[in-house]
């Protein structure tokens, strides 16, 4: 299968699993007397929605170059985790603010055991949804498939909240159900910065870490009659990454030499890195 297609199997199947297991948990938590799980059922709910809004960027994202769009659309990718980072902060905030009033104006009602059992089946399904969507995500470089593969870690993270809170309001302590409302809004919010943090630097032409910048040098130094690196450029192009280098070779070749000489290395670098979308090469004279 190619890229789009393993987007789409990937996120179609967990849409449907995320979908039936929110209108699970919000019965369970509905007639289950259970603040928490009917919190945790509106995060798996978000869950549904994060995922048409990635299988929508990778859609557009693997289109193919054009006229108005000589570099491709891969950034429509990073525009969908950003799309889905807001939802996560929005739904956070949300939750938190629901489970903060249900704690300065508790409920009379102790939750019963099918939202406990609700709790149980959501950690299970989700932690399983997580390894599913991560292994496929690194499988193919997709940053809003693992976007959603951390979405559904969160909802695992959360749902274990739920359990302890359920089980506490059960065991008599009733402002733990509520407070576990609190620490899923938490676990919603982290998430939802971070994959915003990572897609913004990603937009903004971010150069590549330290350690593929070393050994992006170190390879090219190596490189048959290349004398020096006078200017070494990367920057981000959502998963994938350009580079713009200027390098000095012997004065006394002649231009097709020299010529001959990019032309290599280029083709050495972009071997070595896939992860290179374009590499850019001015060659300079040096003294041998």
């Known amino acids: 299968m190619n890229y789009k297609e393993t987007v789409y199997r990937v996120s179609f199947l967990t849409m ?19 603040h928490a799980m009917i919190s945790d059922s509106i995060h798996s709910l978000s869950d549904v929605m994060t995922t048409i809004v990635v299988m929508i960027g990778v859609h557009f994202s693997s289109m193919p170059s054009d006229h108005e769009h000589p570099y491709g659309h891969e950034r429509m990718e990073c525009i969908a985790a950003m799309i889905l980072s807001i939802l996560l902060i929005f739904t956070g905030l949300q939750i938190g603010y629901n489970s903060f009033l249900s704690i300065i ?3 009379a009602l102790t939750p019963s055991f099918i939202a406990l059992i609700a709790a149980f089946i959501s950690i299970f399904t989700k932690e399983i949804m997580y390894w599913y969507t991560r292994y496929y995500a690194k499988r193919i470089h997709s940053p809003s498939l693992m976007a959603d593969a951390y979405h559904h870690r969160s909802d695992a993270l959360s749902s274990i909240g739920s359990l302890i809170g359920i089980s506490g309001a059960m065991l008599g302590v009733q402002w733990l159900d509520p407070l576990a409302g609190v620490c899923i809004s938490l676990c919603v919010l982290k998430p939802g910065i971070s994959i915003f943090y990572d897609a913004t630097v990603k937009m903004v032409d971010h150069s590549c870490d330290d350690i593929v910048y070393n050994q992006l040098i170190d390879f090219i130094l190596k490189q048959k009659n290349v004398i020096s690196i006078d200017s070494l450029k990367t920057r981000l192009f959502s998963e994938k990454y350009y580079v713009d280098l200027e390098i000095g070779v012997d004065e006394n070749f002649s231009l ?12 050495a670098l972009e071997k070595a890195f896939p992860d290179i979308k374009h590499c850019m090469i001015h060659v300079n004279p040096k003294t041998k």
């Open 256 to 267: 097709k030499k020299a010529h001959q000489i990019a032309h290599e290395v280029h083709d």
């Open 105 to 107: 104006h508790p409920q």
């Open 16 to 34: 449907i699993v995320n979908f039936i297991l929110s209108v699970f948990k919000f019965l369970a938590g509905l007639y289950g007397h259970s």
